[in-house]
Each structure stands twice: as C-alpha cells, then as structure tokens.
C-alpha cells in the first residue's frame, strides 16, 4: 500500500461546478497536509496548509482533515477555467525528517467554459 | 515559486553524458531540497541540503547521483551516464527552517528542470 494514494482522474467539469478532490493515506504519524497546484511544466504552487484535523477555508477553496480516518480532502467552489491544473496532495512531519514531503501522484483538473 | 531559480529549464542529454541541475534558493533560505518528478509518478524526495552539509540523501539512487550545496553559489544535482529512465522533472525548493510543524509551509519550488535523455 502507498503511503499516499490520489485519485489521477481526470476530472473535468463544467464552470461554476463544486469541485471535490481528496486522497488518503497510510502514515499516521503525519502532522501536515497541503495542497499544491500545479499547471503545466510549472513548478507546484502551495494552496492550502493545514496542521491538524478540520476545515480550513480561503477564498474559494477548503482544505478538510480528517485524520482519524487518514484522509484529506480539497473543494475549489465556483471552478473557473483558470483552475484548470494538476492537484497535489502533500504531507509531512513523520518522525524527525519533518521536513519530507511525501506526494499524492496528482489529480488533473479541466474545467470547461 | 517565485524566488527559487533552476536552471536549466529544460536539458537534452544522450545517454551516457552528465547532467548538471543547479538550484539558487529564495533569499533568505539556507535549506534546499530537491525533489523528482517521473511521468504520471508524484513528486518523491530525493535530498536534503545545508549549507556545504548533506542531512539526508535517503531518497538518492544509490548510484550516479550526487548533490551539493556549497558555501558560495547554487546547489547543484548532477546525474552520471543518464539513463533513459533518468527523463523526468527535477524540482528544487528551500525554506528558511526546519524546526516543528510549520515547516511545511515555508518550503517553496522552483519552476523545474525537465531533463529528458535520448
């Protein structure tokens, strides 16, 4: 099992549609989670940063933890074209290399006009 | 990502020739890492770099990798006699710190070197 499992898609979907994307994971010694956007041979772009379980919200997007069921969760509401992207899920903080990263393999996003 | 410079952006190498990806960090940072990106594969971990200090190489091919930080100037990841399965995205990124939690936040990438092998 890998430590971090993300649906790829893809996933398309109509302007203004509620977009949900999640992944799960296996560590349960992860202390944080993100997510990433990543366009086109683009570097990945943090969107949302979170340290504990629960919701937290900025602007259009909502980053859910639930880490007693080791699964993360991003909505994008009111999607534009301009989300059309890759996705990452991200954590880290497992033991003492805090500092890794461990990656979701991306969730690519097109959202239509 | 704005802050992080890799260069080059894109590398073509035939098999058997050296690589060499050199990574500026943000201002401010003295902590680089470097990260890669195979096709349809998430970002891994490759390694960890200080100041003229290797902290953890345990995402590394045992095997014709190499990275550096030196005192003066970028770091740099250098890859011996590529191999086709060499071809991916090579992303840096720094942060100011490492301590606790809030690590996460504070690392920033690069925009990438896509390395393709021929």
């Known amino acids: 099992q890998k430590e971090v499992e993300q649906d790829p898609g893809p996933l398309s979907v109509p302007e203004g549609a509620i977009v949900s994307l999640n992944c799960t994971y296996s560590?349960?010694?992860?202390?944080?989670f993100m997510w990433y956007r990543q366009y086109s041979r683009k570097g990945p772009e943090l969107l949302m940063y979170?340290?504990?379980?629960g919701n937290k919200e900025d602007g259009r997007f909502t980053a859910q933890v639930d880490k007693s069921s080791k699964y993360i969760s991003l909505f994008i509401r009111d999607s534009q074209p301009s989300d059309s992207a890759t996705y990452l899920c991200?954590?880290?903080?497992?033991?003492?290399?805090?500092?890794?990263?461990?990656f979701g393999k991306g969730t690519l996003l097109t959202v239509n006009p | 990502n704005a802050g992080v410079m890799q260069n080059p952006r894109h590398l073509v190498r035939r098999r058997g020739q050296e690589a060499r990806l050199r990574c500026s960090p943000m201002?401010?940072?003295?902590?680089v890492y470097w990260y890669r990106q195979l096709p349809e594969e998430g970002l891994k971990f490759m390694v960890y770099?200080?100041?003229?200090?290797?902290?953890?190489e345990s995402g590394m091919p045992k095997e014709r990798f190499s990275a550096e930080f030196p005192k003066e100037g970028p770091s740099i990841l250098r890859i011996q006699q590529v191999v086709r399965g060499d071809s991916a995205a090579y992303f840096c990124?720094?942060?100011?710190?490492?301590?606790?939690?809030?690590?996460?936040?504070?690392?920033?990438f690069g925009e990438g070197s896509w390395l393709t092998v021929v």
């Open positions: 991200a954590m880290g903080g497992s033991g003492g290399s805090n500092y890794k990263l461990t």
């Open positions: 770099l200080q100041k003229e200090n290797i902290i953890d």
């Open positions: 560590n349960s010694a992860f202390q944080y």
């Open positions: 201002k401010g940072h003295s902590h």
């Open positions: 990124a720094s942060s100011p710190r490492v301590d606790g939690g809030a690590v996460g936040n504070t690392i920033y």
């Open positions: 979170t340290y504990s379980s």
